[in-house]
C-alpha cells in the first residue's frame, strides 16, 4: 500500500472513520419510556426518499425490547389510507425480552413518503428499545431513510 | 509498504497516538462512571444466589464467558443486556450469577440496577424480599418499576402493594404498576380459592 503524499493518507483516514460512524447509526432508534406510564407512546416520522439507490416501494421495521420486565415493547408502522391491496397498518411484539433478537419484520408497502412509526409497551414500567427500520426498494434495495422524533413519554 | 518522509510520518503517528488518547479518555471516564454508585439504596446488600438441585440446564462456558464479558462492559446499555438475558434462569453457574448481580446492584447506572433487581428475582436468588423493598426506596423510577414488578404473588408483597398505591409522593407509573400487579394477585387468589 503506497501514499503519494501526506494529503491523501489523511483523507483515506478520515474516511474510514465516516463509514465507521455511519455504520453504527444507521438506520436504527434507541429510546425509552421515561414516564414508565403503561399509556407511554414514542412517536417518530420515517421519511423514505431516493437518495440515489431507487424509489422506496417499502418501510420495514422491527423492535428488540432490550428490558427484561413484564411490559414487552412493540411497534405499530403506518402510511396512507388506501388499504386495499397493501395494508396501511403493521404491529410486531418483542414477546421474548431476555435475548438479543428482534420481533418479527414487518412491511408497510405505501412508496415514498413520510411513515409514522409508533412504539408502545404493554404495561407500566422500565422499557427501553431499539427499533431498526430501512426503506427499501421493489428490489429490495436500501434507499434513503431518514427519522426524527415527534414524541417522547 | 508504507513510505513517509520522516516529518509526516511522525505527524501521522501523532495524529493516531492523539484518536487513541481521546478514545481511552472515554472509556476511562465510562468506567469509572460504571463504579461510582450516587442514587442506589442497595450497597449494603450481601447476595446469594444457589444452584437448584434438579436445574436440568448444565452451565455453558461460551454461554458464560459472553455474560460476564458484556457485564463489564464500560457501556450501561451492554451491562443491561447481559442482566436481560439472566432474567432466565440457566446456562450460567450460579456463583458467577452471584457475582455479576452484586456488581450489578450496585452499578451506578439505575437502568442496569433495575435490571439486575429483575434478573435477582428471576434467579430465585435469596433474601429477595429485602433487596425488592431496598429497590423500591431507590431514588430512581426505573429502579422502583422493576423491584415492583418483581413482587410476588404472597401476601407480604401484596401488603407493599397497597402501601406503594397508598404513597401521596410516588410516581402515576407505580401506582399504576402496583395497583395492575394486585388485580391479579386478586385474580390468582380468587382461581386458588376456588381450587380452578
Do not use: W
Amino acid at each position: 500500500m503506497q501514499f503519494s503524499n501526506l494529503k491523501e493518507m489523511l483523507v483515506s483516514i478520515f474516511g474510514f472513520m465516516a463509514i465507521y460512524v455511519g455504520t453504527v447509526s444507521a438506520d436504527n432508534q434507541a429510546g425509552s419510556f421515561s414516564t414508565g406510564l403503561a399509556a407511554a407512546v414514542d412517536f417518530y416520522q420515517v421519511t423514505c426518499f431516493d437518495d440515489g439507490n431507487g424509489v422506496p416501494s417499502y418501510l420495514e421495521a422491527q423492535v428488540k425490547d432490550m428490558t427484561a420486565s413484564t411490559s414487552k415493547v412493540s411497534i405499530l408502522a403506518y402510511k396512507g389510507t388506501s388499504c386495499t391491496t397493501n395494508k396501511c397498518a403493521q404491529f410486531s411484539v418483542d414477546t421474548t425480552d431476555s435475548d438479543t433478537t428482534y420481533s418479527p419484520l414487518v412491511k408497510v408497502i405505501q412508496g415514498s413518503g413520510v411513515y409514522n412509526l409508533f412504539v408502545m409497551h404493554t404495561a407500566a414500567g422500565a422499557d427501553s428499545y431499539d427499533v431498526a427500520f430501512h426503506c427499501k426498494t421493489s428490489g429490495g434495495v436500501h434507499t434513503g431513510t431518514s427519522v426524527t422524533s415527534k414524541q417522547q413519554q | 509498504m508504507l513510505k513517509l518522509p520522516n516529518y509526516k510520518s511522525e505527524i501521522i503517528i501523532q495524529f493516531v497516538i492523539f484518536f487513541m488518547s481521546v478514545a481511552g479518555f472515554t472509556n476511562h471516564v465510562f468506567a469509572d462512571s460504571a463504579k461510582v454508585n450516587l442514587g442506589s439504596s442497595m450497597d449494603s446488600i450481601q447476595i446469594y444466589c444457589m444452584a437448584v438441585h434438579g436445574d436440568a440446564l448444565e452451565p455453558d462456558a461460551g454461554f458464560t464467558k459472553s455474560i460476564v464479558k458484556l457485564s463489564q462492559s464500560n457501556d450501561p446499555a451492554r451491562r443491561v443486556s447481559a442482566l436481560s438475558q439472566l432474567a432466565v434462569k440457566g446456562l450460567i453457574d450460579a456463583e458467577v450469577v452471584q457475582k455479576i448481580l452484586q456488581a450489578a446492584i450496585q452499578d451506578s447506572d439505575p437502568n442496569v440496577r433495575g435490571q439486575a433487581v429483575y434478573a435477582f428475582a428471576q434467579q430465585g436468588c435469596g433474601d429477595l424480599f429485602v433487596v425488592l423493598e431496598q429497590a423500591l426506596q431507590d431514588t430512581e423510577l426505573s429502579v422502583r418499576l422493576m423491584a415492583l414488578d418483581s413482587l410476588g404473588v404472597d401476601e407480604r408483597s401484596a401488603a407493599l402493594l397497597k402501601q406503594v398505591i397508598e404513597d401521596e409522593d410516588e410516581a402515576q407509573a407505580i401506582k399504576d404498576l402496583a395497583a395492575m400487579k394486585l388485580e391479579f394477585l386478586a385474580a390468582h387468589n380468587q382461581v386458588q380459592d376456588n381450587g380452578i
